[in-house]
């Protein structure tokens, strides 16, 4: 029987992509989610790493997502909810429609697919399955400027409790919380300096050390329920 995929949404780019990647370097058969075609697509299709369109910012795209989802496959070895829009908080008319997309990206699709492909992973004839939350270190603390977003990589966070006692013991559960991974383009230095100032490692590691975090989970029979932090030692600062 042919090994069951690890589906990575927003798998398409930057950190999704470098654990997709990894993933399929392990051998992992492996399945991403893209919002919008681009050439790079290409060559994961090369690789034989099965890309599905969606977009997670409408509850119907969603459950639109699940319906091509399992028409591709009877089972998961595991899915990870990479897909994020960090988007500042807007103002004015434009403040609630930015809140609550961020709610759907962040909170909405988690739930819906963790609940409609548990069967999913339940078929998978691995004796582990996982579900993986990348949330971040704003949960703890808050954010000046990008408060949906925290608010709702809170939510996530907390959903990643409700599922591991709601799984356990078929699948397990737990959240990956990053701090200043990668950079985005058109960063200043000025930017890079105080963000890489707020962590006692003080620097930007790049998307190795999520998947290092990420091969763990995968790997660890006996963790559920957990947050693990990958973020330079903020808390130190
Ligand atoms: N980068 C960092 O330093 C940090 C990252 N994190 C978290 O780690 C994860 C990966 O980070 P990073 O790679 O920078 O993330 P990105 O900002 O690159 O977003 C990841 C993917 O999410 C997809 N996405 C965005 N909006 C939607 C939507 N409405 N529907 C479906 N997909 C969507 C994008 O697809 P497309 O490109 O096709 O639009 C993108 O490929 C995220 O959850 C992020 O919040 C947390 C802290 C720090
Ligand atoms: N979806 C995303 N979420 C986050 C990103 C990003 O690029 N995409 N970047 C960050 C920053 O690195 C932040 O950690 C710097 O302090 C946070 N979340």
Known sequence: MSA???????????????????LCDDGHPVIVSYRRER???DELRARGIVTLKADFST?????????????????????????????????????????ERLFRVHMLAPYLINLHCRELLEACSEP???????????????SRGHAAYAATKAGLANLTLSFAAMYAPAI???????????LN???????????????????????????????????NRYVTGVTLPVDGGRHLR
């Not at 069951?4 to 990894?22: D, V």
């Not at 270190?137 to 808050?142: D, N, S």
């Not at 397990?172 to 990668?182: S, T, Y």
């Open 185 to 219: 383009e058109g960063d200043s230095e000025a930017y890079v300096e105080k963000a890489k100032a707020q962590s006692a490692m003080g620097m930007v590691p790049g998307p190795g050390v999520i998947y290092q975090s990420l091969r763990y989970l995968l790997d």
């Open 4 to 22: 069951s995929p690890i589906l990575i949404t927003g798998g398409a780019r930057r950190l999704g992509r470098h654990c997709a990647e990894r």
């Open 39 to 41: 050439p790079e697509l």
């Open 59 to 99: 509850e119907a795209g969603i459950l639109d997502f699940i319906a091509r989802l399992k028409a591709h496959t009877g089972s998961l070895r595991a899915i990870v909810h990479n897909a994020s829009d960090w988007a500042p908080d807007a103002t004015g008319e434009e403040a609630g429609a930015t809140f």
């Open 128 to 142: 582990q399955r996982d579900i993986v939350h990348l949330t971040d270190h704003v949960v703890q603390q808050g």
């Open 172 to 182: 397990q559960v737990n959240a990956i919380a990053p701090a200043l991974i990668m």
